[in-house]
């Protein structure tokens, strides 16, 4: 029992000094910024009427709302689930290592090419990000096209309001799956770097935190999920995912399903026909249709995984069906 009171505290505290560590999204210094950059924005182009939207937005009625405390309750319990199973992950120390020997024992050449330090550590923290971009598109797109990874992800989708928090609001199976995918797309760019340029790579960081990403949350990344439909414009949108872009992605009207999935850049969507502009007067509904829309907690949990399971069983029968009659008219 003190064993468990241990983990369990242990657990509350870093899920709350994560409030104060600029390595994490949610931290008070990002969130912050976050207001300053929306009221300067609005007030930059709307003069006074402008502080209203960032107003009702820190209001009480967003922010302790039904949807906004399953966000608290969800990042918390999260928290607790993969401090169990951390340990037990894929990481991308294991990938690298894995790539960077297989360059020593010859498995894979790697080509020796001599470069400067800075120029080095300026590609390697380019081509990390840009993988680790691209590969939080692919999952999301994925997420969308498969009926079977929708069953999980339309959990983040079933917020009706949206603070920095909803960013948590994920099924574990979604946060397995973008667990594996950070593995995956940052190990193999460390294990590709550290074969060619031995001895050269590291990222260029502010307090730790990999430089784009730095910017990307002190700049607004956090209203994304927020009622403040901020539109960078056209230009803009067609190479970074503004905060209206992210919300228009999050609208309960079929008419915006399945456009903006990128995270930072817009690039990628612009690559798979999924772009859309945003607008800073557009009016959007947040949420999904169906059960999961009106789910309380624990329904957040398991619904996913009854839908799962139905589409597995419908997709089987049908399996078993197309199989057994290609074998009885072959016969
Ligand atoms: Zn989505
Ligand atoms: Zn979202």
């Not at 609208?251 to 399945?258: E, K």
């Amino acid at each position: 029992m003190a064993l468990f009171f241990d983990w369990f505290t242990q657990n509350l505290n870093e899920a709350f000094s994560e409030l104060l560590n600029p390595k994490k999204r949610v931290s008070i210094l990002y969130l912050l910024s976050a207001v300053v950059f929306a009221i300067t924005w609005y007030v930059g182009k709307y003069g006074r009427q402008g502080l209203k939207p960032s107003v009702q937005w820190l209001s009480p009625s967003v922010w302790w709302h039904a949807s906004s405390r399953q966000d608290y309750a969800l990042w918390l319990i999260n928290k607790f689930f993969f401090s169990l199973l951390a340990p037990k992950l894929l990481s991308q120390a294991a990938i690298a290592t894995w790539i960077y020997y297989q360059g020593l024992s010859g498995v894979i050449s790697f080509p020796s090419i001599v470069l400067a330090t800075h120029w080095v550590i300026a590609l390697f923290t380019l081509s990390f990000f840009l993988l680790d971009d691209f590969s939080r598109f692919l999952i999301h797109w994925l997420m969308h096209r498969s009926p079977l990874l929708w069953a999980f992800h339309q959990v983040h989708h079933s917020a009706t309001t949206m603070t920095p928090f909803t960013v948590f609001r994920t099924h574990p199976i979604e946060g397995l799956l973008f667990s594996l995918r950070s593995a995956i797309s940052q190990g193999i760019v460390i294990g590709l770097f550290a074969a060619t340029f031995p001895q050269q790579i590291s990222l260029f960081t502010v307090y730790g935190v990999l430089v784009s990403t730095y910017f990307f949350n002190l700049l607004g990344a956090n209203l994304r999920h927020s009622t403040l439909p901020i539109s960078y414009g056209k230009s803009i949108e067609s190479v970074f995912i503004s905060p209206a872009q992210h919300q228009l992605h999050h609208s309960l009207n079929p008419i915006h399903f399945d456009c903006n999935f990128g995270v930072t850049l817009a690039v990628w969507d612009r690559l798979f026909g999924t772009l859309r502009y945003g607008d800073d007067h557009q009016e959007i509904q947040f949420g999904v249709a169906g059960k999961i829309r009106n789910a309380k907690l624990v329904g957040l949990y398991c619904l996913p995984f009854q839908i799962a399971w139905r589409i597995f069983i419908r997709k089987l029968k049908t399996t078993l069906n197309s199989l057994y009659n290609t074998l009885t008219t072959s016969k």
